[in-house]
């Protein structure tokens, strides 16, 4: 018995340094000067560190800093542009209609319209979506990519809200009737209160799947701000193009610089997460 | 209240789903249509769909798509299901901690992924090749280029199916196990009669939206490889992209993307009619009598 | 000018038929109980009333006005839900508030009659509280100060003591009682504990698979069940039911069933019927003359014991008052009381002896 737990242990150890040294190994690339990212025997533990990589006056990538420094235009676009879909993807239009779909709207057919609309992959959807946003003279800006953003956040916040909402005791809602609530204030005050652990869940998720979207940003967006809505996805892979030979520290800092934010909200948010990763796949 | 009050409020509070429903999927199915039908002239045609039946980049496409997905699969399935048979028969502190160092490569976005795997496999600098002693051009060799996509991206998927398949274990009952020790089950029996029945549903489900994910699959082939050498890692969704953004075909590249739709549907419905995947997911309920 | 009208109302879910051609009257100020097993349909009968459901067919007067199709919050009734239903997110003033905001009162009156309805029901210090921090009593307590705040005209109730542990729901039934007498309004309650009823109720009616089975005040309904399925289910331990035949010898009227004969002296019936003949456990004594059994179980409850008596293939209870040590296995005999004695066509299930 103890014997078993120790190799468990063991295998635990292992699992959790193929996942974690990836991770490391950007991070010491990042901080880690020239001479020491190139050579023929691998540094596994740098002795100088630098954040040159991050910042250093002069040097360019294309029209701006060649660090990571220069990722800014690129990341603040990424911001808006997450932050726009997670939280229109969540209120204004996964909660109501997850609402409306568990309690007024019990159609099996439209729960599998949502699951579609999931699963139908980026790529094919991507030539439409891009005559759709020349069309209406989107292209490169903010509000395109998140109304194509919305593609995936809006159906992904419906579905993780059609859980949390038919776990709530219905009983809540008829009182609220019966206190002389109108069926929209029932929903906005007293449903919708009572699934923030659900409404986190769906902004974090969107949020982060947002963050890493890269196809549609590749087609629907060409310039950093502030003349377009570039996303830092495409400033790391332009950079990578550009730089897959040399520059490794500046990649490696930039590519650290993108992981940021969301492996804080991963450890931040655990809860959140997993509950949001597993919900439809598991219920308790 | 009566149905058509509750329908009315319900469409009143789906409409914002409905209508972009209608503009963002409805609308670009029909485009995709119209296109697909249609030749650069601006004329019904069937041309895309003649040249589709005899173009080789598609079959070696859909072939690659294919090593791509079941490989993706075995790696991600066996490796889940690994990492969550041994984080849930642990009994020790730290589980938590452990389920997230797991999941953490989850959260990344793919196109880091694409640059760490080109640190990490670097055939000169990498530290896989020093640890293996010899330089190997990984994304260089026809043989190895699609496998060590399928690698780098089970790097990042694992950890989803490693999270439903532990939340499923943890979610059945210890009663079940006690009930089990007590009828003299051993750890094998255990496994069979009571664990694996248990998770079933869970396994499905996580097989049905781990296929999702894999066939989303686009940004490792694209920084990586560039569906290079040759065409052997050109995969669906970046032959789609190839032919409308780099030789500008939208019209082809809508008939490709029909039969993209049309695989993935046909994939779905054979899940749906093969397995109970609806139910699991809570789409179709059986009617609880209500007092 | 609050009573509650009920006619021909039928209810399905469905093809499943769940209320089947109700009749009911419950007057103003009663304490009326709607008393069943699970799946008897007295909840649902109750969310009709409250319009939580659509009516699939008659009508329901409330107040002289007809209500079908009239919305929950317009028909001026209250309800208390068996999870009681708060709202997690508002405090207990907000709670209890709520009711009035919505119906545009103003503040200083919203913040008298929380004031006051909170006094009545001893919570004024939970107010600030959020309904996670309370005790189950007192969350009990906030839902009937939130349906009570308004001064409904009726006041519904759906088994809002069965999850309160045993000693608080004895304290408050005894609670809501004496809190209904004061208030004077007119009340439904639904209840599948058919001690609470008996202990509650103006009136009752009982209810099983979607019909009414008999209303009456707690003495009759206890004294006189006119069908088996009532007199089987109101009083514990249960009834004794026994499978024969009446009989007529000469001018006098016999019971005669497998393992026993009883004179009926002084009963009339019509004719000779298959029954089943009915009697309490605290209407079987043990005498010194009567028929003979052996004492099968014996439960000392303390102020009453409880036998079993095993009468050939019989089994009769048999409530003894008091505590006595009483072995098992050993030979009784027991009468009945005559005048007690119930008897059931086999066929119809309906009471013979009115």
Known sequence: MKKLNILLLLLLIIFSLISLFPIYWTIITALKVNSEIFTTVPIFFPVKITLSNFYTPGQTFGAVSQTAFGSFPWLLNSAVIALLSALIGTFLIGAPAA???????????????????????EAALIIPFYIIIIKVNLINTWWGLTLVYLSFTAPLSTWLLMGFFSDLPRSVEEAASIDGLSAY???????????????????????????????????????????????????????????????????????????????????????????????????? | MNRKQATKIGLILASPLLIYFLIFFIYPIFLLFRYAFTNTAGSFSLSNFVYMSKDPILYSSLYNTLYYFIGSVAVQFSGGFLAAIVLNSYTGRLKNTFRMI??????????????????????????????LRTPINWLGSLNLAMPTIIVANGWEYIPFVFLIIYAGLQAVPKQYYEAAS????????????????????????????????????????????????GFSTYILSFYIYKVAFAYFNLHYAAALSLLFIFIIGAFVYAMLKLTSVERYLGLKRENAGDE | MSEVVIENLTKKFGNNLVLDHINLKIDSREFFVLLGPSGSGKSTLLRLIAGLEDITDGSIYIGGKKVNGVQPKDRDVAMVFQNYALYPHFSVYDNIALPLKVRGFSKDKIAQRVKEISGILHIEELLEKKPRQLSGGQQQRVALARALVRNPSIFLLDEPLSNLDAKLRVEARTFLKSLQKELGVTTI??????????????????????????????????????DTFTAGFVGSPAMNMVPGKIVKDGNAWKFAAADMALDLKGMKFDSEAEVIMGVRPEHVVISTEGITGIISTVEPLGSVTYLEVKIGGTDIMVQYTGLARIEPNSQVKIGFALDRLLFYDKDTEKLLNK
């Not at chain 1, 779909?101 to 579609?116: H, I, S």
């Not at chain 3, 202990?199 to 698979?209: E, G, P, Q």
């Open chain 1, 99 to 121: 609402y409306a779909l568990t309690r007024y709207l019990k159609n099996v057919w439209l729960g599998r319209t949502v699951l579609l609309m999931m699963m139908i992959p």
């Open chain 1, 185 to 284: 204030k029932i929903f906005y005050k007293i449903a919708m209160p009572m699934i923030m652990p659900g409404i986190m869940v769906s902004i974090i998720l969107n949020f982060i799947n947002s963050w890493n979207e890269f196809l549609y940003a590749l087609v629907l967006t060409y310039t950093p701000f502030p003349t377009g809505a570039q996303t830092v996805p495409l400033f790391l892979s332009d950079f990578i193009v550009i730089e897959k030979s040399f520059a490794w520290g500046g990649l490696a800092a930039a590519g650290v610089i993108v992981i940021i934010p969301t492996i804080i909200i991963g450890i931040y948010a655990q809860k959140y997460l997993v509950k949001g990763w597993t919900m439809g796949a598991v219920k308790e």
């Open chain 2, 102 to 131: 797991l999941y953490i490569p989850l959260t990344i976005s793919p196109i880091v992924i694409a640059l760490i795997w080109l640190l990490i496999f670097n055939p000169t600098y990498g530290p896989i090749d020093y640890i």
């Open chain 2, 182 to 229: 007590i009828d003299g089950m051993n750890r094998l029996q255990t496994f069979r009669y009571i664990t694996m029945p248990s998770i079933t549903p869970i396994l499905v489900v996580a097989f049905l939206l781990n296929s999702i994910g894999i066939l989303q699959g686009f940004t490792l082939v694209y920084v990586l490889t560039n569906g290079g050498p």
């Open chain 3, 189 to 226: 309650f639904v209840t599948h504990d058919q001690s609470e009823a008996m202990a509650m109720a103006t009136k009752i009616a009982v209810l099983n698979r979607g019909t009414i089975k008999q209303v009456a005040d707690p003495y009759e309904l206890y004294m006189k069940p006119s």
